[in-house]
């Protein structure tokens, strides 16, 4: 079992920056693959970001590359998403998750189930 409490959120002009935290209890974290995800209202959940176990791979989804940086400590069972030059289109909240998978890379993270979810952070973006 693993639980997820992200932090970090909050309200930022565009072109701030703003860096999430997601804290993981348990002693398996370093097993898992992490993932940031967003929803924006009367959106879907979209993947944002992605690192494996080892945290050798990122993923990003391309509206975020070059401004969005995942990144994770396994010895103090947290991953970040630092997140530069925001943009109103990226108010949303922003959830955390945890996985295993057999696979890595964009089109893995988007096709499979997370195994664990956030309650998520408020992310807001204003002009």
């Known amino acids: 079992q693993v639980q997820l409490v992200e932090s970090g959120g909050g309200l930022v002009q565009a072109g701030g920056s703003l860096r999430l935290s997601c804290a993981a209890s348990g002693r398996t974290f370093s097993r898992y693959d992490m993932g940031w995800f967003r929803q924006a209202p009367g959106k879907e959940r979209e993947f944002v970001s992605a690192?494996?176990?080892?945290?050798?791979?990122?993923s990003y989804v391309d509206s975020v590359k070059g401004r969005f940086t995942i990144s994770r400590d396994n010895a103090g069972n947290t991953v970040y998403l630092q997140m530069n030059s925001l943009k109103p289109e990226d108010t949303a909240v922003y959830y955390c998750a945890a996985g295993r998978f057999d696979c890595a890379g964009y089109g893995c993270y988007t096709t499979n189930e997370w195994n664990y979810w956030g309650q998520g952070t408020q992310v807001t973006v204003s002009s």
């Open positions: 690192i494996s176990w080892s945290g050798a791979s990122t």
